[in-house]
């Protein structure tokens, strides 16, 4: 049986987050989605990928934390799911117990989805590099994991690096929410294969979805 999500940007002039969800788990959908800008810079020089104009709710979003915990108060079934998460931009020792925060009060209802994001100028106001964004992220989701299943989790990498700490609550399910790669970068399915637990394809009609399902499966298995 085909179950079927929904995603938006919860803005602050939307349906809000509370009421999306009752609404979405009354009429039986599996998931909801919000993504995430922590800010738009108002120079606009990075164009946006999907078009030549941005729209302004990119820059009116709630955070998907405070607004997918608003949703679990008030709902028992329906997935929780960021769409995506800019990793890149977020602290991995707070984003870990975030994540796992929101599964415990949830009773294990996130899917965490990931991306490292398009606009230059906004990783650059977190002090991020945005040629390196990419072995950024890959070097935060393998802490996040150590935080969520090592007892007293480390991490030394080049960009995060911690000696031993304890960091509760851990999350409901086993090894952590499952995390979906949003990303259709020339590198993306590699990467899944690497430290990922599936894809989140982007829906752009020109998207070959069926091609990129098989290379997919491929770069599993050659991992």
């Given amino acids: 049986m085909a179950e079927f999500g929904i995603s938006m940007f919860p803005t602050d002039y939307a349906i809000q987050p509370i009421e999306l969800a009752l609404a979405a788990e009354q009429r039986g959908f599996e998931s909801m989605f919000f993504p995430e800008h922590t800010h738009i810079p108002a120079s606009r020089k990075t164009p946006w990928p999907g078009g030549a104009e941005l729209p302004k709710e990119y820059w009116h979003t709630h955070d998907p934390f405070v ?4 949703a679990a108060a008030v709902t028992k079934k329906l997935k ?8 890149i931009e977020r602290d991995p020792i707070v984003l870990a117990k975030e994540v796992a925060s929101l599964d415990m009060i949830s009773g294990g209802r996130v899917i965490f989805g990931i991306g490292a994001g398009w606009n230059v100028e906004e990783m650059a106001n977190h002090g991020v590099d945005f040629k390196r964004r990419w072995k950024i992220v890959k070097e935060k989701i393998l802490a996040m994991r150590q935080i969520w299943t090592k ?4 991490f030394h990498g080049e960009f995060v690096n911690f000696d031993p700490i304890w960091s509760f609550p851990k999350p409901v399910q086993p090894g952590g929410p499952p995390i979906l790669l949003g990303s259709q970068s020339p590198k993306t399915f590699d990467r899944v294969a690497e430290y990922c637990d599936g894809w989140m394809p982007i829906n752009f009609p020109r998207y070959d979805l069926s091609a990129g399902l ?5 770069a599993g298995r050659k991992a």
């Fill in 151 to 154: 007892e007293a989790a480390e």
């Fill in 80 to 87: 929780l799911g960021t769409g995506v998460c800019l990793v």
């Fill in 214 to 218: 098989k290379a997919l499966a491929e």
């Fill in 67 to 70: 607004a997918l915990g608003a």
